[in-house]
């Protein structure tokens, strides 16, 4: 027993170990913080990351574990002093070469979940993609060291570095299934989407089975016990299972997943996934100018909503859809409204680059700068009106706004009462002559569109005075 106390405490104080644990945990967390979106805190993530954490992390652990079982290999004679198994050191190697190595991925998986905690996280946890990736470092420990122990060469080491280092760089995300063998490759997740649970069970399953049957298989050669088979049948039985398991994903890792939205409320509603909430105030200055140019036409809304990349974008019963990139880079709520804005196109007739007059009402309704328009005329009237007069133009107009098909003749006095220049004074009066739609054109209700002799006019609604203003 005094041998065996002996034998176990020269185990125990390794330097291996020592150099081991800040090794891993630094490799670990440089490769989590490259794969890790610090944009966006959505678990699903998270555990992606650590998950490629390993892909680095194995290597180098599988590297260490052979240089101990090389360095370590002239001090047999001092187990065989001992009555115990020829199999007992080399367990208790693996126990204490496996704890280091765990030891790092908590240390690194501490790092991700401090860094994700800090933000405003969404989604929630995989525990099983935690266990796959810690799975997937102990079997790389065991590969590396029971190869040094096989195979006792200066070079050893270095071999299984570079071995398993092409295994983990043959990885590419979402091409076949044998990419999800461990260490597997994954994609950062787009929002509304979720690491699929089965391909993770049978990772953790793939790696327990394989782990187990290297161990058994070498306990078996050492001790030569063939009771031994059985155990081992039924880990390689085990790993199989898993392989086919993963072959039947065909390479998917990721499942559509609904998300409750935030919403702000005032002075529209304006609902993003939970992971994106930061993106409200911005969502909701730059929607609140366009809806309320919009508002009266059949393309108003009162709602903007976030969909998945997928989804497609369109202004339906006063909902207005739109995509957000995770990242939330800059400009990114200018480009929401501009998909809002090219959503009400109608795609039959909208075929190309928008002409002049499109592009100078997109301008204005998106509060961009007025483009350079062939007809200056057109362009100057336009630029007199103000804000009111323009709303009320685009509500008799959005017809052809939508159909891409805005004229010369939609800017001139169509159905409309006109502001003489005699009211005004000099040139600036003869330049400044705007439309201003009838009250009854607008479809309200009154005495408005019976002012004069011109009700007649104002009661055949917009389209009449469209078609009159081409005759004049």
């Not at 950062?188 to 069970?201: E, M, S």
């Not at 998300?259 to 911005?282: F, G, I, K, Y």
């Not at 998106?366 to 483009?371: A, Q, R, T, V, Y």
């Amino acid at each position: 027993m005094s041998d065996l106390g002996r034998v176990l405490r020269l185990d125990a104080r390794r330097t291996a170990l020592l150099v081991a644990v800040p090794v891993l945990t630094a490799v670990g967390t440089t490769a989590a913080a490259l794969s890790l979106c610090t944009t966006v805190a959505y678990w699903d993530n998270t555990v992606v990351a650590l998950l490629n954490a390993v892909r680095y992390l194995g290597p180098v652990a599988a590297g260490l574990a052979a240089w101990t079982a090389v360095r370590e290999r002239p001090l047999d004679y001092l187990r065989d002093l001992t009555a115990r198994s020829p199999a007992t050191g080399v367990l208790f190697d693996l126990l204490l070469l496996s704890a280091a190595a765990l030891a790092s991925y908590v240390a690194v998986t501490l790092v991700v979940v401090v860094v994700t905690f800090a933000q405003a996280e969404t989604g929630s946890p995989h525990p099983l993609g935690v266990a796959a990736g810690a799975g997937s470092l102990v079997l790389h420990v065991v590969v590396g060291y029971l190869t040094g122990r096989v195979v006792p060469h200066r070079a050893t080491a270095a071999l299984v570095v570079a071995v398993t280092s092409v295994w983990a760089a043959a990885r590419v995300p979402g091409v076949s299934w044998w990419s999800l063998l461990p260490p597997a490759a994954f994609d950062n997740l787009a929002l509304f989407t979720t690491l699929r649970p089965g391909v993770l069970a049978d990772q953790v399953t793939w790696t327990a089975g394989l782990t187990a049957a290297l161990i058994l298989g070498y306990v078996m050669w050492a001790t030569r016990r063939f009771l031994i088979v059985l155990p081992l049948v039924v880990a390689l039985a085990t790993t199989v299972t898993a392989t086919l398991g993963l072959h039947r994903s065909g390479g998917g890792t990721v499942a559509q997943v609904a998300a409750e939205p935030v919403c702000r409320e005032w002075p529209l509603t304006v609902c993003v996934h939970p992971a994106l909430r930061d993106a409200l105030p911005r969502l909701m200055a730059a929607a609140t100018p366009l809806a309320a140019r919009l508002n009266g036409t059949p393309g108003a809304f009162t709602t903007v909503e976030q969909r998945p990349a997928w989804a497609p974008i369109a202004v339906t019963d006063g909902v207005a859809t739109v995509h957000l990139d995770e990242e939330l880079s800059p400009g990114y709520a200018a480009r929401a409204v501009r998909q809002i804005s090219e959503s009400l196109k109608d795609t039959r007739t909208c075929v190309g680059q928008p002409n002049g007059y499109r592009a100078m009402v997109d301008a204005w309704l998106l509060g961009d700068d007025s483009p350079a328009v062939p007809d200056v005329r057109a362009a100057r009237r336009f630029a007199s009106w103000s804000e009111g007069h323009r709303r009320a133009w685009l509500r008799l107009h959005f017809a052809a706004y939508r159909a891409c098909a805005l004229g010369p003749a939609d800017f001139r006095t169509t159905g409309t009462r006109t502001v003489q220049p005699g009211q005004q004074s000099g040139r600036a009066a003869a330049d400044s002559r705007v439309t201003v739609p009838k009250r009854k054109a607008l479809g309200r209700t009154g005495h408005a569109g019976h002012a004069g002799h011109g009700g007649h006019a104002g009661h055949s609604g917009g389209r009449g005075g469209h078609h009159g203003a081409r005759g004049g």
